[in-house]
C-alpha cells in the first residue's frame, strides 16, 4: 500500500480531522492533500470496497510489512519512540461478527506464538482502541522496567489489561465512625493535596481533589465539567474522555477559564456548592468525613460526608475515573491487582465496521442483498519489537540477543590472524563450513587485540562466541563461551561444528 | 535510512533550491521543514561524515532498499513511473579517485550479473548525470518498445550511451554546388519548418531552424539565447542547458518575451541579423544554401551560406545541440548509430566529491591531514525491474516471468478437486513435496471450471504447470505444460519431482 494517502479517505472515514498532529499532512505539487499513513484501513478499504464484490470472497485477510510515520510531539528512546518506523500490519474482513471473532483469535493466538518464538516475556492485555476505534482489543505488551505503558495483572486468575483501560468498581462506604460536623477552615496559601493535607494533618485518603476540565459542548453557559477524586488517586483520561459530556481528547480548564466560571481559584475548588455539573469517582464517593476545597479562595471544608451535604452538589453523577492500583480488587473477581511496566510491540482490533460503514464497503450476501463488511486489524511493531528484546535482554557488557532474532548466530574471532597462517586457514575453513550448515557468522578480521575484539562482540550481543588461536590449535582444541556463560570451554576441533549445530538448534 | 529527511541537509548541499518540484517538501508539527527522499546522498553523507574518522576505514559501501518519492508531474504506466517506488541505492566512500574507479568497476559488474541472473535482455549505457550529479555515470536500460528513454548504439563496437548525452561531431561543409544569391522571399502565413518547406519547395534539411531560450543571466540587457538547428533534427534539451549562457534547467521564451526582445514573431526568426547570442549546431553549421527566418514577420532568407553572410550574425558559436539520429557516425569512430527505446532500471553514478565537499565529510588521511572524501553512487530501480520484466516478457495470454523473480514457480491446478478424494489427496502429497524440494507452489483449490484455472495461471505468468485429474491418476499420470510450450505433456507420477526439479535448477 502506498505510505503517501489521499486526504479524500481520511476525509471520508472523518478521521482526517480527529486524528490531530500526530498525522504528517502533506500537498504535492499540484496542492493536493496528503498524509504520510500512520495507519492504513482507510487504503486497504478503499481496495477493498473496489476488488471484493460477493460474501463467497470473504474472509479474507491482508497483510503487508511497510515504514509508517506519526508525527509525535516528543520522539525518544531511540526506535522505541522514533516518529518513522517499520510496521507489520494486517486487515482481515468478514461477512459476521463470530467470522471477526474467529480470525481474531486466530491472530491473537498467531501474535503469542510470534512473541514467543521471539524468546520474549510477554503479556497479552484488554486495552484501549484509541484512534484506531472499533469494540475490541488486544495489546501485546513486552515485560521491561523502561516500559512506556502500565499492565494492570490479576494475583489470581488470568485478568491483564492496560492500565488505561482497567476498570475499578464502586467501593462501599465505610461507616464506621459517627459524621463529623462540616467545618469550613482557612487554609491560607494552601494548594497542593499535600500542602492541604499536612495543614490539616490527614492522609491524601482523606481528601476529595477536583480537577475541573472541558465539557463536549463549549457553547454551554457553563463549559467545564469538574472531576472528583480521592486524594491519593490519579485521573485515567483514557476513561474520562469517553465519558457523556466530558471533551474528547480530554482537555483541562485553564487557570483563568477556572476563575471566571467557578469564581475561586483552582487550588481551593471542591464539589460542594460548586457552579457546573459534577462526575465523581466511585471511591471518592466511598469517603466520609473527607475534606475538600470550600470553592473560596483560601478556605477548605472537613467533615463532608455526601448523602447529608448532598444537597450542595450540582448534578453528581458516581462514575469510573481513576487509574486502577496495585491491590485494588481485581475487574475479574480474582484476588487484587498488581502493576507491572510493558512496552507495546502489537495491538490487534475487532472494528466491526467503523471503517466499512463510512467508506460504504459492501458486498453481496447469499441473501442477494448489499452487506456491510465486518473488519478486524492487526499490528506488529517491528522496529519496536528489536528495541524491547534489547530491553528486556542486557547486561552490563551490551546486547543479549534472544537467538530468533539475534543479526549473528555466532562470532568467530581469530587472534594474531594477521601473523598466523594457522589461524588463518582455520578461521576461513570454519566460516565456510559454519555457513554451508545454516548458520550465520560473523568472522571479525580486524586487527585489534583480543580484548577489544571479546568486548566488541558482548556489546553486540552475539549468542555464541569461538576463538581461534595457535595455542588451541596446537592441542587441537576450539575455545567456546555462551554469551550469558560466565567459563569459556574448550571444544575439540574435529566435534566444534556439531557442538555449535546443536547449541544453536536447541534454542 | 529515513523517508523523511531533514531540509537542513539538503540546504547545505544546495539542492533544497536546485532539485525542484519532484522533491517533496513537508512541514512538520512544529512547522520544521523535510522532505520526503528522492534519493539519500545528503543522508548518508550526514552520517559517514559523523562516524568515519580515518582513512584506515575507507573503502566502505553502504546499501538499503527503501521506499523513495518523487512528486512527478504526470505519474504513469502503473509502477514503471509511480511516484512512490522501491529503490535498492548503495554508497560508496573513498580516499582516492582510483579507489572509487574500482568500487565503480565492481558495481559494474555486479549490476550485470543481477540483471543477466533476473534473465533480462538489458545494456549499460552512458549517461547523464542529471540532478545527482558527479562525473560519470552508466544506465541500465531494460530493452523494450515501450521504454520511455531512445538509446543509440553503435553498429560496430561497443559504443552505448542515452540519447540525452551521446554527442554528435562537427560535420564537414558540403561545397558541391555553387552559393546562391542571397534573396529574402515573402513568406505569408508560413510559420511551422513544415509549412515553410512546403511554400518554398525544398526538404527540412535545407532549413536552418532558430529556436529562442533564456539565459542563464536574466539581468541582462538581451536575456535570450537562439539555438540554431538544422530543420530535420531534435534539440537535445540535456546538452543544450550544459552550454555556457544557456538557463539549466532549459527554459523556452514565451512569444510575447521573442516579439518585445527581437521584434517578429516566432515564425520568422532567423540567425542573420538576430539581436541576441547565437548558438549554432555542427549539423546547421555545416548548410549551404540553405533557408531561414529572416528576422520580420512574413519572410525567409533563402540562399544562405555562413561564411559570406557571417557580418550579419550576433557572436556565432558552433555547438553540439541535437539529438543524435540512426546514421550519424558513432561517437567512438566504429560504425554509425542504431537507436532502441530503453527502461532504465539502473544508474550508477561517479560522484566524486560533490557532497562531501558542501557537507565537509572528511578522513584522516595517511599523511595526517584531513582530506575530503570521493563517493560512488548506485541504484536499482526495484518496483520498475518488475514491470520492465514484464514488458520485454509476455504474449496475448498474460505475463511470461522470468524464473528467477516469478512469484511462484510452479502452479499446481487440480481438475474437480471438490468432488474426487483421490485428486484431493494426491495434490496435497504433491503440493508437500514440492515444496519440501524448496520450489514454490501455487496450489489452486477455488472451486471454478479447468478453463478459467488455466487462463488465469497463464495470466499470472507462473514458469510451470501441472495439472492433477482422475483420468491422469488412472494412467499414474501428471500432465505438465511451460508457461511457453505449445503442447502439454504426460509425465509418470514417479517421475513428476525430479522432473520439476531439474526444470527449474536448469532455469
Known sequence: MPSIQPAELWQESERWNQYGPELLRIQDRHDREFCYGPTHEEVITD??????????????????????????????????????????????FHTTKESLEETYQVMYDTYSNIFNRLGLEFRAVEADT?????????????????????IAF???????????????????????????????????????IEEVCKFLNISAQQVAK?????????????PLIALVLRGDHELNAVKAQKLEGVANPLEFASESEIEKSLGCKIGSIGPLQ??????????????????CGANQDGFHYQGVNWKRDASKIKEPRSVDLRKIVEGDPSPDGN?????????????????????????????????????????????????????????????????????????????????????????KATCEQMYTDLQNRGLEVLFDDRDQRAGLLFADHELI?????????????????????????TEAQKIPMTKIL?????????N
Open 461 to 485: 550481543g552475539t549468542p555464541h562466541r569461538i576463538v581461534v588461536s595457535e595455542r588451541g590449535l596446537e592441542n587441537s582444541e576450539i575455545e567456546y563461551k555462551g554469551r550469558q556463560d
Open 274 to 291: 460548586l457552579k457546573c455539573p459534577i462526575l465523581i469517582d466511585h471511591a471518592a464517593l466511598a469517603l466520609t468525613n473527607f475534606a
Open 130 to 150: 484509541g484512534s484506531i476505534g472499533g469494540n475490541a482489543s488486544h495489546e501485546f505488551h513486552v515485560l521491561a522496567e523502561s516500559g512506556e505503558d502500565a
Open 210 to 222: 477536583t480537577l475541573i476540565v472541558k465539557s463536549d459542548n463549549p457553547e454551554e453557559d457553563n
Open 154 to 192: 490479576s494475583s489470581h486468575g488470568s485478568y491483564a489489561a492496560n492500565v488505561e483501560l482497567a476498570p475499578t468498581s464502586p467501593t462501599e462506604q465505610c461507616n464506621e465512625s459517627p459524621a463529623q460536623a462540616l467545618e469550613k477552615i482557612a487554609t491560607p496559601n494552601q494548594h497542593s
Open 498 to 506: 556439531d557442538f555449535l549445530q546443536n547449541k544453536i538448534t536447541r
Open 47 to 92: 481496495l477493498v470496497r473496489r476488488e471484493i464484490r460477493s460474501y463467497k470472497q470473504l474472509p479474507i485477510n491482508f497483510y503487508q510489512i511497510q515504514t509508517k510515520f506519526r508525527d509525535e510531539i516528543r520522539p525518544r528512546f531511540g526506535v522505541m519512540r522514533a516518529r518513522e518506523f517499520s510496521m507489520k500490519d494486517a486487515y482481515s
Open 335 to 423: 484476588g487484587t491487582i498488581q502493576i507491572k511496566r510493558g512496552i507495546e510491540v502489537g495491538h490487534i482490533f475487532q472494528l466491526g465496521d467503523k471503517y466499512s460503514q463510512a467508506l460504504k464497503a459492501s458486498v453481496l450476501g447469499a441473501d442477494g442483498k448489499e452487506q456491510i463488511i465486518t473488519m478486524g486489524c492487526y499490528g506488529i511493531g517491528v522496529t519496536r519489537v528489536v528495541a524491547a528484546a534489547i530491553e528486556q535482554n542486557f547486561d552490563e557488557q551490551g546486547i543479549i540477543w534472544p537467538s530468533s532474532i539475534a543479526p549473528f548466530d555466532i562470532s568467530l574471532i581469530p587472534i594474531n590472524l594477521k601473523k598466523s597462517d594457522q589461524v
